[in-house]
C-alpha cells in the first residue's frame, strides 16, 4: 500500500516538474529545474604523454616528456597538444603537475579546488573559490602531501591521497568533480615505483548545464 | 640502594611483616641461589610449593618481598636463566609476558607497548649508558654472572627519575658469597656462535670478590643475500665485571664494583656512488663501555640504614669506514658519552608501620662525537621521599616522589601511589598511579649527522632549521618537480623546533590469586597516557631519495592493555607457565581525525574511496595486539636431569604504511604473527659437570623482509665446570 501510494506521489510529482519546464522558455537559466537525470562517474585511463624516446637506458625511469597530456572532460577524449593554446581541453597532466585552462596555462576559464572528503558526498561545486595556473603556483598545488599525493622516498612511489578530490572549473566555464585513483599505467592494486608513472587514471563527475550540480 | 649487605645486619625490618616461615625461605634462598652444590637445599622447597618468596630491590629501592610489592614486578631466577641456555639479555627477555624484544638500531625491549628508549635499564642500581637512536642495545649484557633480572613495569620515575616512564630493567649481578669457588663454562653453537666465560667468588671474614669474564663471538648471519650486506655481521665481544666488597666494622661495608665491554664488529657494504657505480665499502666498528661503581653502607640503628654511592660510566663507539679496494677511508665517525652521579639514601624506619625512603643526587653528562657539532654537557640535581606505610594487617600503601631539575629543561615532579591489599589469603588487589617522564636526550637535541652508507640527515631539534636551510642552499634537497621548490614539510618542521619534554600519567590495577600452593595467577591492566611522545619526523627530502629527519612531539597517544600471567606446578619437578599481553596502542590525533572522518583510503582494486572509521585504525606500527608465552621447565636435583620447552608469540604488528594515508589500517601493512619455540635440555654429573644442549627456533621459522632478529634454526650445545670447595 504504501509502495503504491509512493509510486504514485513520484508520477505526480515529476509531472509537476515536467509541466514547470515545458513552461519555461529561457534555456539559458541556469537554476533552471530538469528532471532529475543522476551525472555519470566516468573514468579516464592512462593518460599522460608519452615519454620521450631519448630516454638514458640506465635510468630506470623515462626521463619529464617535452609535452603534456591534455583532457577534455565533456567529449570524454585526449585532445592533441597542438590544441594547447585552445579551450578545447580542460585539464593537462605531464609527471606530478596538473594544469587547468586558465590563468598562466591557457586561454579558458579553468580553476580548481582540492577539498577533502568523499568524491561520492561532494554533490555540488562552489561557485567561487577556484585557483587559477599562475607562473609561480598552480591552481592544483604539487608536492608531496600539499596537494594530490604523497611521496614515499623509501620506495619512490607516488600516492594519490585518498580523500582528496578535485573540483574543477573548465575552460568552458562548468563544473565538474574529479578525484585522481593512480599514477601508474594500468593502476596497478599495488605499485611498487617500478611501473610506467605518470600515467593518470582518475573519475570525474562533469556537469554540462553550467549548473554547480555535481549529484 | 642495599645490594651488599653485611651478614646480620638490622636491614631487613620490612619482613617483619611477614610469616615467620617466609622469613626463612627468604634467608634460605637469597644465599643459596645459583650454587650448583647448594641447589638440593632449594628444591627441596621449590619441589613442592613454587619459589614466591624472592625478594626484590627495584619496585621501592629498598629491599621488599616480590609478593608484597604493590606494582607488578617480573622476576627472572638464576636457575631459569641458566635452564634457557641463555647467554645475553636479549634472549632473557625476549621471553617474558609482556616485553617484545625487536631490532631497531639495536634491541631493545618494549614494555607496555611503549619503545625501547622509555624503559629505564639498570645493572645493580646504576644506569648502563650508551643509547643509539633511544634504544640501549641488550645484548652487550652477558647473563652469566646474573643473580636474577627484575623488571618493574609502569612508570617508576618517582623513584628513578628520567627515562623510567614505561618501566625499569633492573640486572642484579651476584654478590661475593661465602668461601671460595669458581665456574667455568663453555658453549658452541650454529654460526659459529661460541661463548667462554667464567665467574669466580670469594668471601672470607671481612673480604669478599667477585670476578666475572666472558668472550662471545659469532660468525653472524645473512637473512638476504641479495642486499649484499650481513644481516649481523661477524663479532667478537668482551665483558669483564667484578666486586670487591669489605666490611669495616659490623655495620659498614665498603664496596666497589666495576664493568668493562668491548665489541668488535667488521662488515662490508654496497654503497652506490654519485656516479651510479657501485663500490664495496668495509666497516670496522668497535664499542666500549666501563663503570666504577664504589660505595658505602651504613647501618646507623636497627631503625636507620644509609647508602652512598658514586658512579661513573662511560660509553664509546667508533666507526671506521673504507673502500675495500684500495683501503682508502670512506667514512668515519665516533660517539664518547659519559655518566657521572653521586647519590645517597637513607632508609629510616620512623614507625612500626612507616618507612621512609629519601635520596638526593647530582648528575652530569656530557657528549662528544662526530655526530654533534662540539662537546655538549647536561647537569641535573634530584631528590626522591617515598613512604611505605602498613595501616592495617595485609594493607599496604607506598606513595613517593620525585624531583628532577635540568639545566636544559623545565623541572620534573613525579608522583606515585601505589596500594595493595590482602582481601583473602589466596587473593589480593594492587593499584597504582603515577607519572613518568622522558627528557629529551642530547640526540634528540643536538644530534648532527648524515649515514655515509644510506644517505639520510638527522639533526636536532636546537639547529634543525638552519640545518634545512643549508642543505637547501646547497643544492641537496629534493625539488619538487612542478614548483621547483625544495622538499621540505613546513608544519613537521615548526613542530621540531619547539621540542619538549614527553611524559605519562600511569594507572596498573590487578589481581594476585593463588588458588593452591601450587597455582600462581596474576593479571594486571595497564593504561599509560603519553602526552608530547618524541617521534622521528622526514621534515625535507634530499636529492638522493632519502629524508631528513629531526624530532617532534606527536602530541598525546595511548596504550593500554592486560598482561596476565599463570604459574603451575604440575607434579614434582615439573612446573608450566603461561602468559598473555593484550595490547592497544593508539596515536589520540588519529583517532580524533578518524571521529571528525578526515583520514581515508582508496580499495586497489576497485579504486574507491571509503571513509576510515575508528575500528580500522590498526593502532601505533609495530605493537603486537596480542603476545604470549607458554613455558614448561623441569629441574630434577637428584637426576640431575633438567630441561625446558619455551613458545613465545608475538601477534601480527603493524610495519609500514602503503596506501598513502600514514596510517596503520590495512592488512598488507601487518607483519605475520609467529611463534618461536625452544628447547634445552640438560645433564649435571658428578657435582661439578653439567652438559647442556638446546635449539632455539625449532622449527626454524624465518621473516627475511621483515624479521632481522630471528636467524632461523639455531643449535648450540655447553659444558658447565664447577671449581673449587663448597
Given at each position: 500500500m504504501n509502495q503504491l501510494f509512493s509510486r504514485f506521489a513520484l508520477l505526480t510529482l515529476s509531472g509537476a516538474v515536467l509541466t514547470l519546464s515545458a513552461c519555461s522558455n529561457d534555456d539559458n537559466d541556469d537554476n533552471e529545474v530538469k528532471p532529475a537525470e543522476a551525472l555519470k562517474t566516468e573514468t579516464a585511463s592512462n593518460l599522460g604523454p608519452a615519454p620521450t624516446s631519448t630516454t638514458p637506458p640506465t635510468a630506470g625511469q623515462p626521463g619529464t616528456p617535452r609535452h603534456y597530456a591534455f583532457y577534455n572532460l565533456a567529449t570524454k577524449s585526449e585532445v592533441p597538444y597542438t590544441d594547447s593554446a585552445t579551450t578545447k581541453w580542460d585539464i593537462a597532466v605531464r609527471t606530478t603537475t596538473i594544469l587547468v585552462n586558465g590563468g598562466s596555462s591557457g586561454p579558458g576559464q579553468g580553476g580548481a579546488i582540492v577539498q577533502d572528503g568523499l568524491f561520492s558526498e561532494i554533490t555540488a561545486a562552489p561557485a567561487t573559490g577556484y585557483n587559477v595556473d599562475s607562473r609561480t603556483a598552480y591552481a592544483i598545488p604539487t608536492g608531496s602531501g600539499k596537494g594530490w599525493y604523497n611521496y614515499n622516498s623509501t620506495t619512490h612511489v607516488v600516492s594519490p591521497i585518498a580523500g582528496k578530490v578535485i573540483l574543477l572549473r573548465t575552460a568552458a566555464g562548468k563544473y565538474a568533480k574529479l578525484e585522481i585513483v593512480s599514477y601508474y599505467k594500468d593502476a596497478p592494486a599495488s605499485p611498487t615505483g617500478t611501473e610506467p608513472r605518470g600515467y593518470y587514471t582518475f573519475r570525474y563527475v562533469y556537469q554540462p548545464d553550467g549548473s554547480t550540480n555535481l549529484k | 640502594m642495599s645490594f651488599a649487605l653485611p651478614d646480620g645486619c638490622c636491614y631487613p625490618w620490612q619482613m617483619h611483616r611477614f610469616s615467620s616461615s617466609a622469613f626463612l625461605l627468604v634467608l634460605v634462598v637469597s644465599p643459596a641461589l645459583g650454587m650448583a652444590q647448594q641447589r638440593p637445599a632449594l628444591a627441596d622447597t621449590s619441589a613442592q610449593h613454587l619459589r614466591l618468596r624472592e625478594v626484590v630491590v627495584t619496585a621501592t629501592r629498598t629491599e621488599k618481598t616480590l609478593t608484597e610489592v604493590p606494582i607488578p614486578v617480573t622476576v627472572v631466577s638464576r636457575q631459569q636463566i641458566q635452564a634457557m641456555g641463555a647467554v645475553r639479555l636479549t634472549e632473557v627477555l625476549g621471553e617474558q609476558t609482556g616485553l617484545n624484544v625487536g631490532a631497531d638500531h639495536g634491541r631493545g625491549v618494549q614494555m607496555q607497548g611503549l619503545n625501547p628508549e622509555y624503559t629505564l635499564i639498570l645493572v645493580d642500581g646504576e644506569p648502563l649508558i650508551g643509547r643509539t637512536a633511544g634504544t640501549l642495545e641488550l645484548s652487550r649484557v652477558a647473563v652469566g654472572n646474573i643473580e636474577r633480572v627484575e623488571v618493574v613495569k609502569g612508570p617508576a620515575s618517582a623513584l628513578w627519575g628520567s627515562e623510567a616512564l614505561a618501566g625499569v630493567v633492573n640486572i642484579i649481578t651476584q654478590k661475593p658469597q661465602p668461601g671460595t669457588r669458581g665456574e667455568v663454562r663453555l658453549r658452541y653453537g650454529a654460526n659459529r656462535t661460541a661463548d667462554v666465560g667464567g665467574t669466580f667468588n670469594y668471601r672470607h671474614n671481612q673480604l669478599g670478590l667477585t670476578v666475572f669474564g666472558n668472550r662471545y663471538s659469532s660468525a653472524g648471519y645473512t637473512l638476504q643475500p641479495a642486499s649484499g650486506q650481513a644481516t649481523v655481521p661477524p663479532f667478537t665481544n668482551y665483558t669483564g665485571q667484578s666486586r670487591l666488597s669489605y666490611q669495616l666494622d659490623d655495620k659498614t661495608t665498603l664496596s666497589v664494583s666495576g664493568r668493562y665491554f668491548i665489541e668488535d664488529q667488521a662488515s662490508n657494504l654496497p654503497i652506490t656512488t654519485e656516479g651510479g657505480q657501485v663500490a664495496q665499502v668495509g666497516l670496522k666498528a668497535r664499542q666500549q663501555d666501563f663503570s666504577l661503581n664504589p660505595s658505602v653502607t651504613r647501618c646507623f640503628s636497627d631503625k636507620l640504614f644509609g647508602t652512598l654511592r658514586f658512579y661513573h660510566a662511560g660509553y664509546r663507539t667508533k666507526e671506521d669506514y673504507t673502500y675495500t679496494a684500495d683501503g682508502t677511508p670512506y667514512d668515519a665517525s665516533y660517539f664518547h658519552q659519559t655518566f657521572t652521579r653521586p647519590e645517597a639514601q637513607l632508609d629510616w624506619r620512623l614507625h612500626p608501620k612507616h618507612t621512609l625512603t629519601v635520596g638526593t643526587g647530582y648528575l652530569w653528562e656530557s657528549v662528544e662525537a662526530t655526530r654533534y657539532d662540539q662537546r655538549q654537557q647536561m647537569r641535573s640535581a634530584y631528590g626522591y621521599l617515598q613512604d611505605d606505610w602498613s595501616p592495617l594487617t595485609g594493607l599496604n600503601l607506598v606513595a613517593g616522589v620525585r624531583y628532577d631539575g635540568h639545566s636544559q629543561y623545565q623541572g620534573q615532579l613525579s608522583p606515585k601511589l601505589s596500594g595493595r591489599y590482602q582481601l583473602r589469603p589466596w587473593l589480593a588487589v594492587r593499584a597504582s598511579a603515577g607519572r613518568g617522564f622522558r627528557a629529551p636526550d642530547f640526540r634528540q637535541l643536538y644530534l648532527n649527522f648524515s649515514n655515509p652508507a644510506v644517505g639520510y640527515s638527522v639533526f636536532g631539534t636546537h639547529q634543525v632549521r638552519e640545518k634545512v636551510a643549508q642543505l637547501a642552499a646547497q643544492g641537496q634537497l629534493a625539488l619538487d618537480p612542478a614548483t621547483g621548490q625544495p622538499l621540505i614539510n613546513a608544519p613537521l618542521l615548526e613542530q621540531a623546533s619547539s621540542l619538549t619534554a614527553e611524559s605519562s600519567r600511569a594507572y596498573n590495577a590487578g589481581l594476585q590469586l593463588d588458588p593452591t600452593p601450587k597455582l600462581r595467577l596474576t593479571a594486571n591492566f595497564f593504561h599509560n597516557d603519553l602526552r608530547d611522545l618524541i617521534e622521528t619526523a622526514a621534515v625535507a627530502q634530499k636529492t638522493n631519495g632519502q629524508s631528513v629527519y629531526s624530532y617532534r612531539n606527536v602530541s598525546r597517544a595511548y596504550t593500554q592493555g592486560l598482561e596476565t600471567d599463570a604459574r603451575y606446578l604440575l607434579r614434582a619437578h615439573l612446573t608450566l607457565s603461561a602468559g598473555y599481553q593484550y595490547l592497544v596502542a593508539k596515536d589520540r590525533n588519529v583517532v580524533t581525525q578518524l571521529k571528525n572522518g578526515s583520514i581515508y583510503r582508496r580499495d586497489p582494486e576497485t579504486l574507491e574511496t571509503t571513509r576510515l572509521k575508528v575500528a580500522d585504525y590498526g593502532g601505533?606500527?609495530?605493537?603486537?595486539r596480542h603476545m604470549a608465552n607458554v613455558k614448561l621447565f623441569y629441574d630434577n636435583q637428584a637426576t640431575g636431569w633438567s630441561g625446558s620447552v619455551r613458545g613465545v608469540y608475538r601477534g601480527r604488528y603493524g610495519f609500514q604504511d602503503r596506501n598513502g594515508n600514514l596510517i596503520l589500517d590495512t592488512g598488507n601493512e601487518y607483519v605475520a604473527g609467529y611463534w618461536l619455540w625452544n628447547v634445552s635440555a640438560a645433564k649435571a654429573f658428578r657435582q661439578r659437570y653439567t652438559l647442556q644442549a638446546g635449539l632455539d627456533n625449532v622449527l626454524n621459522y624465518t621473516d627475511p623482509a621483515y624479521l632481522s632478529t630471528v636467524p632461523g634454526r639455531l643449535y648450540y650445545a655447553s659444558l658447565t665446570v664447577a671449581l673449587g670447595s663448597k
Open positions: - | 601505533l606500527f609495530n605493537r603486537s
